[in-house]
């Protein structure tokens, strides 16, 4: 990895003076240097995939101040007209203010149609919730409005006729023109109260594609009418199938509460308003890549590869092109800082261990091993958990524990010393018995053995088969008795007669030595 570093600081220099200026709102990096200027990537292969984004990277110049404010401006203006055409059309505004009342029920939870802030407590939660319900009240009473105005536009439109003298027509206009106005205002309030219910990317997206998907199907309709139509003057059937086609997408038009043409051009609008945001967060984030890698680099060796920082932390940086607000008046690389920082150290918190801790637990880790560190400096030894535990006022044994998991497991392939020796080599294997133990136990067996063949053939067998031994497990009364086709009583009866000549001291002799070594 010490390959890329030459190259790293390179890219990073703009970024680096010290870390105030990285967080401050006064720091600026400023233009890209020339190509000849930098200095050679150590790579021996011209395909390393690092050193071709590295390269491509370089070559984007960087923003300044008035350019990220221009960029925010294109990605806010293309957002409005997606907003301006998705939400003045009628099902939308019918789908959204079901999806409203489909919330307040409890149907579905409000986390996935609105944006909260990661701080926000649950009583910051509940305030948010009940502005949307109130927002999506108003615009349904803003709808319904809309409705009764476009009927009494109807309703006074046969007034104005091409047919018509100039006078009547010049008199309709004057009855429209208010109403025409009033529904302009009507729009740009519905419009306004939609803009305020934050509603995530996910469902602005889902409404759109709802638009799209709605006039492929129409077109679809309209081409089998197109191609229908010129058979339907000879053939009666292909005329009765227009009909009914036409039927249909008039059907679909109502629906839609308007004609297949308007929605047509809202689709072209709302196209060029999605190619808009798309262009301009796409420059914003090509011309702060080299950010992305100046802060990666930091990372390196703590679990994941360099390859892997830099795709963590791009897509931070999308977060925080997504998230910005240039209103504020604070430089977009002090923003995204935070963003890319947090991507790519949960990223390391969730990814680079063998074994994976979760995020918050990670936390409390860092928190610990910190404070350790601090202790170390001030007292000169290594401070107990007690001592740790006091000063972050947490358990003491919660630390024990925190300490015990955050050991980095190691394998027991590791070699050990010069020889062929691995870990795995000195590791004692519990579960087998030492070779005195096994001396011992080998010797209690011959001598059960022994003692057990000295009674009845029936006796040691119903002795060994109730005790287990030399079985898989032990049996019970009724088990042996099956097995030997008596009863259990009878099974009871020669177990202890055989158990009364056991305890004969002529056979205990052989094992008390074992009882009293145990």
């Given at each position: 990895?010490?390959?890329?570093?030459?190259?790293?600081?390179?890219?990073?220099?703009?970024?680096?003076?010290?870390?105030?200026?990285?967080?401050?709102?006064?720091?600026?990096?400023?233009?890209?240097?020339?190509?000849?200027?930098?200095?050679?990537?150590?790579?021996?292969?011209?395909?390393?995939p690092v050193r071709i984004y590295l390269k491509?990277?370089?070559?984007?110049?960087?923003?300044?101040?008035?350019?990220?404010?221009?960029?925010?401006?294109?990605?806010?203006?293309?957002?409005?007209?997606?907003?301006?055409?998705?939400f003045s059309l009628p099902f939308v505004l019918?789908?959204?203010?079901?999806?409203?009342?489909?919330?307040?029920?409890?149907?579905?939870?409000?986390?996935?149609?609105?944006?909260?802030?990661?701080?926000?407590?649950?009583?910051?939660?509940?305030?948010?919730?009940?502005?949307?319900?109130?927002?999506?009240?108003?615009?349904?009473?803003?709808?319904?409005?809309?409705?009764?105005?476009?009927?009494?536009?109807?309703?006074?439109?046969?007034?104005?006729?091409?047919?018509?003298?100039?006078?009547?027509?010049?008199?309709?206009?004057?009855?429209?023109?208010?109403?025409?106005?009033?529904?302009?205002?009507?729009?740009?309030?519905?419009?306004?109260?939609?803009?305020?219910?934050?509603?995530?990317?996910?469902?602005?997206?889902?409404?759109?594609?709802?638009?799209?998907?709605?006039?492929?199907?129409?077109?679809?309709?309209?081409?089998?009418?197109?191609?229908?139509?010129?058979?339907?003057?000879?053939?009666?059937?292909?005329?009765?199938?227009?009909?009914?086609?036409?039927?249909?997408?008039?059907?679909?038009?109502?629906?839609?509460?308007?004609?297949?043409?308007?929605?047509?051009?809202?689709?072209?609008?709302?196209?060029?308003?999605?190619?808009?945001?798309?262009?301009?967060?796409?420059?914003?984030?090509?011309?702060?890549?080299?950010?992305?890698?100046?802060?990666?680099?930091?990372?390196?060796?703590?679990?994941?590869?360099?390859?892997?920082?830099?795709?963590?932390?791009?897509?931070?940086?999308?977060?925080?092109?997504?998230?910005?607000?240039?209103?504020?008046?604070?430089?977009?690389?002090?923003?995204?800082?935070?963003?890319?920082?947090?991507?790519?150290?949960?990223?390391?918190?969730?990814?680079?261990?063998?074994?994976?801790?979760?995020?918050?637990?990670?936390?409390?880790?860092?928190?610990?091993?910190?404070?350790?560190?601090?202790?170390?400096?001030?007292?000169?030894?290594?401070?107990?958990?007690?001592?740790?535990?006091?000063?972050?006022?947490?358990?003491?044994?919660?630390?024990?524990?925190?300490?015990?998991?955050?050991?980095?497991?190691?394998?027991?392939?590791?070699?050990?010393?010069?020889?062929?020796?691995?870990?795995?080599?000195?590791?004692?294997?519990?579960?087998?018995?030492?070779?005195?133990?096994?001396?011992?136990?080998?010797?209690?067996?011959?001598?059960?053995?022994?003692?057990?063949?000295?009674?009845?053939?029936?006796?040691?067998?119903?002795?060994?088969?109730?005790?287990?031994?030399?079985?898989?497990?032990?049996?019970?009364?009724?088990?042996?008795?099956?097995?030997?086709?008596?009863?259990?009583?009878?099974?009871?009866?020669?177990?202890?007669?055989?158990?009364?000549?056991?305890?004969?001291?002529?056979?205990?002799?052989?094992?008390?030595?074992?009882?009293?070594?145990?």
């Amino acid at each position: 990895m010490k390959q890329y570093f030459d190259y790293f600081d390179y890219l990073g220099t703009e970024y680096e003076k010290n870390e105030h200026e990285l967080l401050s709102d006064s720091y600026i990096y400023d233009k890209a240097v020339e190509d000849e200027e930098r200095p050679a990537l150590l790579i021996e292969t011209e395909k390393d995939p690092v050193r071709i984004y590295l390269k491509e990277m370089s070559s984007v110049p960087l923003l300044t101040r008035e350019g990220e404010i221009e960029i925010a401006k294109k990605m806010e203006g293309g957002k409005t007209k997606t907003y301006r055409v998705l939400f003045s059309l009628p099902f939308v505004l019918k789908k959204l203010i079901v999806l409203g009342k489909i919330c307040r029920r409890g149907e579905a939870p409000l986390t996935e149609i609105i944006q909260f802030n990661d701080e926000e407590t649950a009583e910051d939660l509940h305030l948010e919730s009940e502005r949307f319900f109130r927002l999506t009240k108003e615009i349904d009473a803003l709808n319904k409005k809309r409705k009764g105005y476009l009927k009494r536009l109807k309703d006074i439109s046969p007034t104005v006729s091409p047919a018509g003298s100039p006078r009547s027509q010049k008199a309709g206009m004057r009855n429209r023109h208010p109403l025409i106005k009033t529904l302009e205002q009507n729009r740009n309030q519905i419009i306004e109260k939609v803009r305020q219910l934050r509603l995530k990317d996910d469902v602005i997206t889902a409404f759109s594609e709802e638009l799209k998907k709605s006039i492929n199907e129409l077109d679809i309709l309209q081409k089998r009418i197109s191609g229908l139509s010129k058979r339907a003057k000879s053939s009666r059937e292909a005329a009765k199938d227009v009909r009914l086609l036409n039927q249909n997408l008039e059907a679909k038009e109502l629906i839609f509460e308007m004609q297949s043409s308007e929605m047509r051009k809202a689709v072209k609008v709302l196209l060029e308003g999605e190619q808009e945001v798309f262009d301009a967060r796409k420059n914003m984030i090509e011309a702060n890549l080299r950010l992305v890698v100046s802060i990666a680099k930091r990372y390196l060796s703590r679990g994941l590869s360099f390859s892997d920082l830099i795709q963590e932390g791009n897509s931070g940086l999308m977060r925080a092109v997504d998230k910005f607000e240039y209103q504020r008046g604070y430089k977009f690389s002090t923003y995204a800082t935070w963003w890319i920082r947090q991507a790519i150290t949960r990223a390391l918190a969730d990814q680079s261990r063998t074994i994976r801790i979760p995020v918050h637990m990670v936390e409390t880790m860092n928190r610990i091993t910190k404070m350790a560190r601090e202790l170390l400096q001030v007292t000169g030894k290594e401070p107990t958990s007690a001592e740790i535990a006091e000063k972050l006022h947490m358990p003491a044994g919660k630390v024990d524990a925190i300490l015990k998991i955050s050991k980095e497991p190691v394998s027991l392939e590791t070699p050990v010393g010069e020889e062929d020796s691995h870990l795995r080599d000195f590791i004692e294997d519990k579960a087998m018995l030492s070779p005195l133990d096994f001396v011992i136990h080998d010797d209690l067996r011959k001598k059960v053995d022994k003692i057990l063949g000295s009674l009845p053939p029936k006796e040691e067998k119903i002795i060994r088969k109730r005790f287990g031994i030399g079985e898989d497990m032990p049996l019970t009364l009724e088990e042996v008795g099956l097995e030997f086709d008596v009863t259990r009583e009878r099974i009871r009866q020669i177990e202890v007669k055989a158990i009364r000549k056991l305890k004969h001291p002529s056979r205990s002799k052989w094992l008390r030595e074992f009882i009293e070594r145990s």
